[in-house]
């Protein structure tokens, strides 16, 4: 503690804090603080570094007067107890104005904290460089490279390859399946021409005739035979020893309406080199009653009235 001051030092303090002194040092040093206003602001300040050290900041290291006088006081063996503080004689009569004057503080050691836990900053990577050995490596993928280009033109070649031929197949099968559709159709409409003629033949009340050349040509061998079914109009002609026409002519039958109408054209036909001709189930109204069949030769594809003579005629 300074004589002149009477407050404690820095040291006797920081020691105190510590816990350093003992005994009756230690007991005068409290009692002092307990009464001295000074002591216990240096002290609370003592104590604010001491915590601030506790967790962990690194503080400015002290002057080194300080540190060897704490360092003697430490390692003192007898500490020597502080001197009581002087009094002084106030005069009895005459009033005295008594001026204090406060000890100039010391200038506090500054701290300086520093920043912990700082990541250092990266540093840069230095750039990549190819390297004499790896020229094969780079050649090497450049031709892979080059080989799974030309492999996927490849397969996509022979996609479209296989889509042509493909696509043809489709066609094909189309065709063969519309023509395969055509022959079937025309086998049903066969079928049914068959069952018509079946049934026209075997009908009992078809209407039958047999239609044989004028008396005015009686040489004539010709002859044909006639079935008709009026409810179904179902007509069916053969005919055989008919003479050959030209290229420009052809036969052709009436059917002659029992109401007396107009013949009505039932047919046209040309006969084959044995003069074998015939009519099958030709496109006629249903229902007509008919009297008479006769067979004429026409120019042509056939007229649509009779042009006379009258080559085969019946009832």
């Not at 300074?2 to 005994?23: K, N, W």
Request: net charge negative; glycine share 8%.
């Amino acid at each position: 503690m300074s004589r002149t001051t009477a407050h404690y030092e820095d040291t006797d303090l920081a020691m105190f804090a510590m816990q350093l002194l003992e005994g009756e040092e230690h007991q005068a040093t409290s009692e002092h603080v307990s009464g001295c206003a000074f002591c216990r602001q240096e002290l609370a300040r003592l104590h604010g570094d001491l915590a601030a050290c506790a967790y962990g900041v690194e503080m400015h290291a002290p002057a080194s007067s300080v540190r060897e006088r704490v360092m003697h006081r430490v390692t003192r063996e007898k500490k020597a107890i502080p001197p009581a503080p002087v009094e002084e004689a106030i005069p009895a009569p005459a009033p005295t104005t008594t001026v204090s004057v406060e000890p100039a503080e010391e200038e506090e050691p500054r701290l300086e904290f520093r920043r912990r836990n700082v990541e250092p900053e990266p540093e840069p990577r230095p750039a990549k460089r190819w390297r004499s050995e790896d020229r094969p490596r780079r050649q090497s993928a450049g031709v892979a490279k080059g080989i799974f280009v030309w492999l996927g033109w490849a397969i996509a070649a022979g996609f479209a390859v296989a889509g042509v031929r493909l696509y043809q197949q489709q066609m094909e099968y189309r065709t063969r399946l519309a023509v395969l559709d055509a022959e079937v159709s025309q086998l049903r409409a066969n079928a049914t021409g068959a069952g018509r003629l079946i049934e026209a033949m075997t009908d009992p009340s078809a209407q039958r005739a047999l239609l044989s050349p004028p008396e005015s040509d009686s040489g004539s061998l010709a002859e044909g035979h006639v079935i008709y079914d009026a409810d179904r109009g179902s007509l069916i002609l053969l005919a055989d020893h008919l003479a050959p026409v030209g290229i420009d002519k052809t036969y052709e039958l009436w059917m002659i309406p029992a109401d007396g109408t107009s013949p009505i054209p039932a047919g046209t036909f040309h006969p084959d080199a044995q003069g074998n001709g015939n009519v099958i189930l030709p496109s006629l109204p249903k229902a007509v009653a008919v009297k008479a069949f006769g067979i004429t030769i026409e120019d042509g594809a056939g007229s649509q009235t009779p042009t006379m003579p009258i080559v085969l005629a019946g009832s």
